[in-house]
C-alpha cells in the first residue's frame, strides 16, 4: 500500500487547510483511513478515522473542527481543518492498513 498524501502549508491562527490523501496499490476498499499527527516533542496522535460505512471517530482536541470526508475516489480520503490553533501546528500523516503516507507539515501561526 503506498499512501500519498498532498497539502499542508502555513496558515495563521483561525484559519483552515486541507490535506488530501491517496492509497494506491490495493484492490479493494479499504474498511478504514486515518489521519494523525505529532507535534514536536510529543508522541503521534490519532486525529481522525474514517470507515468505509462513514462513520467517524475525532479526539476531542479536534472535534467540531476537524474533518476526514471519504473521496468520491476509492481510498481518498482528506482532512479539512477549521480554525485552526497554534497547538495544531505538527507533521500530519495518513494512515491505512498500518501503511504511513509521507508526512506534511500544518504550521499555525499566533
Known amino acids: 500500500v503506498q499512501l500519498q498524501a498532498s497539502g499542508g502549508g502555513v496558515v495563521q491562527t483561525g484559519g483552515s487547510l486541507s490535506l488530501s490523501c491517496a492509497a494506491s496499490?490495493?484492490?479493494?476498499?479499504?474498511?478504514?483511513m486515518n489521519w494523525y499527527r505529532q507535534a514536536p516533542g510529543k508522541q503521534r496522535e490519532l486525529v481522525a478515522r474514517?470507515?468505509?460505512?462513514?462513520?467517524?471517530n475525532y479526539p476531542d482536541s479536534v472535534k467540531g473542527r476537524f474533518t476526514a470526508p471519504r473521496g468520491n475516489a476509492r481510498n481518498t480520503v482528506s482532512l479539512q481543518m477549521n480554525n485552526l490553533k497554534p497547538e495544531d501546528t505538527a507533521v500530519y500523516y495518513c494512515?491505512?492498513?498500518?501503511?504511513w503516507g509521507k508526512g506534511t507539515l500544518v504550521t499555525v501561526s499566533s
Open positions: 474514517i470507515t468505509i460505512g462513514g462513520i467517524t
Open positions: 496499490g490495493v484492490s479493494f476498499s479499504i474498511p478504514s
Open positions: 494512515n491505512a492498513l498500518d501503511n
